[in-house]
């Protein structure tokens, strides 16, 4: 059925409420996971990579401690916290003295054969938490868990923030341009995962209680964008303003030398193992052996070749990526009907996001910004007017191949290549854009069934426990089938990720 051309605006207004609705949604579950305590108990298995000296007992739900127990939370991202742990003496062992420290906190407390609960404040400012118990014998732990709090500073910016965005939505959809509802829109749902970084992550220069020099970086920031609004029709400006943000709010992360896994990828790569990337596992830490990102160790390799020693390069290297993607983003809300000043707006708030911070700061984290660029560079060859091309269909292969080989979040392409399909763009050209949204379902399709390949030993593991799955047998399509919901659903549902919180110890 035809829409009539007098209704599409209202129709296009719908889809960009709904979407702003459910961008919200994520972000509002995503702040609840962050804001909830990381437990580590019997019920689940995050406590074996994330500890030592536990161990499952008979009873359900309870763990066996040994004298000497260490635990390592990981992502507090600075906000205080309660660590609690609530433990119990062993018949054979009635009277047990426990003697936990985590951080500056320690206490020395005796626990019977009831329940104890132990909590320890940990004070603002603290990132890992390595929490040490050592006993004269043998206990129980019923829960461990780290109970994240958050400040009303923090609480009072964002309830503002959100209620101030809500309303302009709501104002725009009424009587305002589809720019301004969608830039509106945009803002409130970024609102919300402020939540857990605005005050807390020191990488950001946009914390509440932030240092003089660092609230001048944020004025100029504001000034910058003031100016380039002006000329948002310059692509040339435009790109500016987001190389100029870029540098103001991350430059001083240039000079943060090198992180956890920083000191394994900055080194010389061998040919034979550059190529090994590409049928096998990327894993640099040794942790968690399911990665498959050859375009991220790629990106190494150049830079260990052009930079050597030189810690600043790599970082330059991510602000580079993180600007790249910042001018991609602006070409695509173009591409999509936005106006000139909504579509730089949308670039310069993602660019100056908090929830950035980490992938500029940290040069380990350069596979989002290589995502993001092969990402929206592949929706921008999507969004592309007319029949498409033999070539065409080649570059969108390759941008979509080139997305997935850098993190595994790109899976998600295909929901959103359909989305701009079926809301944002023109419907004439819906018979012409099938035959590219093919393509990258093709793509898609080809890196889930490698992924599982690569790692059938890990996914069969994780996703096939239980009896119904005896006998799996690699080589049958129909058990595969079973295998991909498994695979797919925590890649497209980050908040699905709240184990990672509770990282190895080795």
């Given at each position: 059925?035809?829409?009539?051309?007098?209704?599409?605006?209202?129709?296009?207004?719908?889809?960009?409420?709904?979407?702003?609705?459910?961008?919200?949604?994520?972000?509002?579950?995503?702040?609840?996971?962050?804001?909830?305590?990381?437990?580590?108990?019997?019920?689940?298995?995050?406590?074996?990579?994330?500890?030592?000296?536990?161990?499952?007992?008979?009873?359900?739900?309870?763990?066996?401690?040994?004298?000497?127990?260490?635990?390592?939370?990981?992502?507090?991202?600075?906000?205080?916290?309660?660590?609690?742990?609530?433990?119990?003496?062993?018949?054979?062992?009635?009277?047990?003295?426990?003697?936990?420290?985590?951080?500056?906190?320690?206490?020395?407390?005796?626990?019977?054969?009831?329940?104890?609960?132990?909590?320890?404040?940990?004070?603002?400012?603290?990132?890992?938490?390595?929490?040490?118990?050592?006993?004269?014998?043998?206990?129980?732990?019923?829960?461990?868990?780290?109970?994240?709090?958050?400040?009303?500073?923090?609480?009072?910016?964002i309830?503002?923030?959100?209620?101030?965005?809500?309303?302009?939505?709501?104002?725009?959809?009424?009587?305002?341009?589809?720019?301004?509802?969608?830039?509106?829109?945009?803002?409130?749902?970024?609102?919300?995962?402020?939540?857990?970084?605005?005050?807390?992550?020191?990488?950001?220069?946009?914390?509440?209680?932030?240092?003089?020099?660092?609230?001048?970086?944020?004025?100029?920031?504001?000034?910058?964008?003031?100016?380039?609004?002006?000329?948002?029709?310059?692509?040339?400006?435009?790109?500016?303003?987001?190389?100029?943000?870029?540098?103001?709010?991350?430059?001083?992360?240039?000079?943060?030398?090198?992180?956890?896994?920083?000191?394994v990828l900055a080194r010389g790569w061998p040919g034979k193992e550059l190529a090994s990337t590409l049928h096998g596992e990327f894993d640099p830490s040794g942790m968690i052996p399911s990665y498959y990102r050859p375009m991220v160790r790629l990106s190494w390799a150049l830079d260990h070749a052009w930079w050597g020693p030189w810690t600043a390069g790599y970082h330059a290297t991510n602000l580079c990526l993180h600007a790249a993607a910042g001018v991609v983003l602006v070409a695509l809300l173009r591409r999509v009907a936005l106006p000139a000043p909504g579509a730089l707006l949308g670039a310069l708030a993602w660019v100056a996001h908090p929830l950035a911070a980490s992938t500029a700061a940290w040069a380990s984290a350069r596979g989002d910004s290589l995502m993001a660029i092969f990402y929206l560079a592949a929706l921008l060859a999507f969004s592309a007017p007319g029949a498409p091309t033999r070539r065409s269909q080649v570059t969108l292969a390759l941008l979509s191949a080139l997305a997935l080989g850098s993190k595994e979040m790109a899976a998600s392409l295909p929901l959103a290549a359909l989305l701009l399909h079926r809301v944002l763009l023109p419907r004439p050209d819906r018979a012409l854009r099938r035959r590219r949204l093919a393509v990258i379902a093709a793509v898609t399709a080809a890196y889930v069934v490698l992924w599982a390949l690569l790692f059938a030993g890990k996914l069969v593991g994780r996703v096939s426990s239980g009896p119904r799955w005896a006998g799996f047998d690699l080589h049958d399509p129909g058990h595969w089938l079973r295998l991909i919901p498994g695979l797919y659903a925590p890649v497209l549902l980050p908040t699905w990720y709240e184990e990672w919180w509770l990282t190895p110890l080795e």
């Open positions: 059925m035809t829409v009539p051309e007098s209704r599409a605006p209202a129709a296009s207004r719908r889809g960009l409420l709904a979407a702003a609705v459910l961008v919200g949604a994520i972000g509002l579950a995503a702040g609840a996971v962050a804001t909830s305590s990381l437990r580590l108990d019997g019920a689940t298995g995050d406590w074996r990579g994330a500890s030592e000296g536990l161990y499952r007992s008979s009873q359900p739900g309870i763990l066996t401690a040994g004298r000497r127990v260490v635990v390592h939370f990981h992502g507090l991202d600075g906000r205080p916290a309660v660590l609690e742990v609530v433990a119990a003496a062993r018949p054979a062992s009635p009277a047990v003295t426990l003697t936990a420290a985590a951080g500056r906190a320690r206490l020395e407390v005796p626990v019977g054969l009831e329940p104890t609960s132990v909590r320890m404040p940990i004070p603002r400012g603290t990132h890992d938490v390595d929490l040490l118990i050592e006993a004269n014998a043998i206990f129980r732990v019923s829960r461990i868990a780290l109970i994240r709090s958050l400040d009303a500073t923090t609480a009072a910016v309830v503002m923030a959100a209620l101030l965005g809500v309303t302009a939505l709501v104002t725009t959809w009424r009587k305002g341009p589809r720019w301004a509802a969608m830039a509106w829109g945009g803002l409130a749902s970024l609102a919300v995962p402020l939540l857990w970084t605005f005050a807390a992550d020191p990488a950001s220069s946009l914390r509440v209680a932030a240092p003089t020099r660092d609230a001048l970086r944020v004025a100029l920031v504001a000034a910058l964008w003031l100016a380039a609004l002006a000329f948002a029709r310059s692509r040339l400006a435009s790109a500016a303003a987001i190389v100029g943000t870029v540098a103001l709010l991350h430059l001083p992360t240039v000079w943060y030398g090198f992180h956890q896994d920083d000191f």
